[in-house]
């Protein structure tokens, strides 16, 4: 069975960093290889929202609000996808999911991992 871990949340202070990553087990690689990965989160009260996706050949695409200040990556050939956030901001506040987008389908996701950022 296949799934995704995160991992690299924290509490961290306005303006500084964390870097999450997301893991990937049991998935074969052709899959992983072809498929899109995403970040999302969700802040108490909130609906849960795309922070980020990238596809299989690279090409990333940012919410308008982290524009500038996350980076998405992803290791295919160790299947490890990766999020840098700089400038960290009290409404960046939230438990972020990775994603697995397969023929469409959010086909795994991760359990999440909690950040706080602190004013």
């Known amino acids: 069975q296949g799934q995704l871990v995160e991992s690299g949340g924290g509490l961290v202070q306005a303006g500084g960093s964390l870097r999450l990553s997301c893991a990937a087990s049991?998935?074969?690689?052709?899959?992983?290889?072809?498929?899109?990965m995403a970040w999302y989160r969700q802040a108490p009260g909130k609906q849960r929202e795309l922070v980020a996706r990238?596809?299989?050949?690279?090409?990333?695409d940012y919410a308008d609000s982290v524009q500038g200040r996350f980076t998405i990556s992803r290791d295919t050939r160790k299947r490890v996808m990766f999020l840098q956030l700089n400038s960290l901001k009290p409404e960046d506040t939230a438990v972020y999911s990775c994603?697995?987008?397969?023929?469409?389908?959010?086909?795994?996701w991760g359990q999440g991992t909690q950040v706080t950022v602190s004013s």
């Open positions: 049991g998935i074969i690689f052709s899959t992983f290889s072809v498929s899109t």
């Open positions: 994603t697995l987008i397969w023929q469409g389908t959010n086909a795994y």
């Open positions: 990238i596809h299989s050949g690279g090409d990333a």
